[in-house]
Every structure is written in structure tokens, then in C-alpha cells.
């Protein structure tokens, strides 16, 4: 079964750090490109990052630039995302997804997505 | 990076039709025919409706179709059912980032 399972949701104080995973089973993690999608509490879908399959090119949203960093470990299908100095409005589920069809470009979509992980920032 | 411009709430009856509307720039999707539309029922991950404007993956039913003209994607859901009831969002590659997502659209079926 294609699936993606995110891990290292939490709670953690405004200027904080967590560090987030996406296990990839089911399919050859190393050809798709990856994404980390958040959505804020009763809000709609923001995208946060993004990452080739050889971690050529890597793309950020304004929001989180310097202070999110996104990186894959393709040895061991794994995405992630460190987020440091995190603020309130980062609370969110944040999701990973990968890109539909292998070695493809951004244009196809994103075709599976992990259930989610949730991040609380708050004093 | 601006998020792309969604009718806040469509509603339709049983079997009616129904459009919703995703606005956005000629940076975005005006000048690329990349765009992808998702379906999100509550509590779940968003499911991928569209690509390409008018394209759907494999599984999704053809009462779902897509379009473009200019600056604006829409998405046409024919027959509707009970299930379509569900949050719809759609997205464009767009200058120097691979994705813009939009402001949602909350389908209610009468």
C-alpha cells in the first residue's frame, strides 16, 4: 500500500524548535518530488516547502524562508522538516505529500498525502 | 505569494451542477496550465481532483472537470452527490514556487 506517515507533531513554546518526519512506504520514494502542506485550525491549505528528488532544488513559501528547512534521506524514504524559531500562526497539521508520477515535474499534482501531524505553538 | 482567489461557500441541489471559480495572476494561473484542484472532506488529507487544468487521475469520476480562461480556473462538478459535500481547493505552479494554493471553496449540497 502507497502510504506516507508523518511523525514529531507536538506542543512547544513560540521561539522553539521541532523537527518533523514523513515515513514513504509502498512505492520508489527516490523518483517523486516531495511537498509539506499545513493547514491552520479551521483554516484552508498553505503550502510550506518543497524538494526535488535529489535534493537539487529546494523551494520555500515567504512565510517560513530562514527559518524552516526541508530535506530527504532517500537511503531510508524518509522526508523532514526543521522548523525553528516557531511562532503561534505556525500551528497548524502539517502535512507531507509527494508529487503524482514518478520523475515527474510539479504539474502533476500532489496524488498522496500522509493523515497529518499536528503543531501547537503556545506559551 | 498571494493565495488564489476562491468563492467562499457554492451550494447546489441533488443532481444540479455547479462551478466554483479560482482566481489568480499572470504570474500564476494565467501563465501556466498547471493547475490542480483537491477535494477535502473534514478530518481527512486532501484528495487530488484535477492536474493540468483538465485532467483527472485515475479513480476520479468524470463528473469532475476543469477549465481555464485567462487568470481563472474553474471546476465543474455535474450530477451532484451527496458525497461531493466537502471542501474543494485549488492550486497553480506559479513563479518561482511550485505551488499557490486557494482560499477554499465549502461545497453544500441541498
Known amino acids: 500500500e502507497v502510504q506516507l506517515v508523518e511523525s514529531g507533531g507536538g506542543l512547544v513554546k513560540p521561539g522553539g524548535s521541532l523537527r518533523l518526519s514523513c515515513a514513504a512506504s509502498?512505492?520508489?520514494?527516490?523518483?517523486?518530488?516531495m511537498n509539506w502542506v499545513r493547514q491552520a485550525p479551521g483554516r484552508g491549505l498553505e503550502w510550506v516547502s518543497s524538494i526535488t528528488r535529489g535534493s537539487s532544488y529546494i523551494y520555500y513559501a515567504d512565510s517560513v524562508k530562514g527559518r524552516f528547512t526541508i530535506s530527504r534521506d532517500n537511503a531510508k524514504n524518509s522526508l523532514y522538516l526543521q522548523m525553528n524559531s516557531l511562532r503561534a500562526e505556525d500551528t497548524a497539521v502539517y502535512y507531507c505529500?509527494?508529487?503524482?508520477?514518478?520523475?515527474?515535474?510539479?504539474?502533476?499534482?500532489?496524488?498522496?498525502w500522509g493523515q497529518g501531524t499536528t503543531v501547537t505553538v503556545s506559551s | 505569494q498571494s493565495a488564489l482567489t476562491q468563492p467562499a461557500s457554492v451550494s447546489g441541489s441533488l443532481g444540479q451542477s455547479i462551478t466554483i471559480s479560482c482566481t489568480g495572476t499572470?504570474?500564476?494561473?494565467?501563465?501556466?496550465?498547471?493547475v490542480s484542484w483537491y477535494q477535502q472532506h473534514p478530518g481527512e488529507a486532501p484528495k487530488l481532483m484535477i492536474y493540468?487544468?483538465?485532467n483527472r487521475p485515475s479513480g476520479v469520476s468524470n463528473r469532475f472537470s476543469g477549465s481555464k480562461s485567462g487568470n481563472t480556473a474553474s471546476l465543474t462538478i455535474s450530477g451532484l452527490q451527496p458525497e461531493d459535500e466537502a471542501d474543494y481547493y485549488c492550486s497553480s505552479f506559479a513563479t518561482s514556487i511550485p505551488y499557490v494554493f486557494g482560499s477554499g471553496t465549502k461545497v453544500t449540497v441541498l
Open positions: 499572470s504570474s500564476d494561473v494565467g501563465a501556466y496550465d498547471f
Open positions: 505529500a509527494r508529487v503524482a508520477r514518478a520523475a515527474a515535474a510539479w504539474n502533476y499534482g500532489m496524488d498522496v
Open positions: 509502498g512505492f520508489i520514494y527516490s523518483t517523486h518530488r
Open positions: 493540468d487544468v483538465n
